[in-house]
């Protein structure tokens, strides 16, 4: 007898509540953290005048979530280095990751000045993303910095690699070189 009464007792148990919890916090779903699985490119092409010339922007596949990796940025500053046949090195590497929890968002719409995403990469390195809130993947971004090369500079680069590789050769004449005494 009682296994017919806790048999009823789980048909009688209602579990509408759960279902319906779950289909309301679909809705909110955007707002937690998920990792960053790719990333916008933009690249920025500055000009001797320092104007900027050009910007285009791809989108990335990170091989690793949340991380840039370092292969990843020497292929986007090999592939983009050369411009219209011109050559660009690289200035500077940015990285706007936006990093906000859910709950903080509301502070950053009334003060956005207090928070700063953007950080500059010294060194061409592997750079560890954070999780992001799901509707704000898109802003998450990478700044590639290029500046026009002077012509000059590469060519006298070049010109003094070449002379500093010949070795200077002296020669010295010991028959034509009589000393004379004085009287």
Known sequence: MTAEISNKDEDDLDIQ????????????SMFYLDEVEEI???ILYINKKKQI????????????KNEIQRNELITMIKQNEKMDKRKYKVLSILVYNFT???????NFLKDSKKYDFMTNLK???SYQLESTIGC?????????LFYE??????TDATNAAKTSRQT????????????????
């Open 17 to 28: 509540w759960i279902e319906d919890f779950e289909i309301d916090e679909e809705k909110y």
């Open 40 to 42: 916008t490119a933009s």
């Open 53 to 64: 010339e050009k910007i285009s922007e791809k989108k990335i596949k990170l091989e690793k």
């Open 100 to 106: 906000l929890h859910g709950d903080e968002l509301k």
């Open 123 to 125: 060194n061409i390195d």
């Open 136 to 144: 704000m993947h898109d802003v998450n971004n990478l700044f590639l």
């Open 149 to 154: 090369e002077d012509a000059t500079d590469a």
């Open 168 to 183: 200077k050769r002296v020669k010295f004449n010991l028959m034509q070189g009589k000393t004379r005494r004085k009287r």
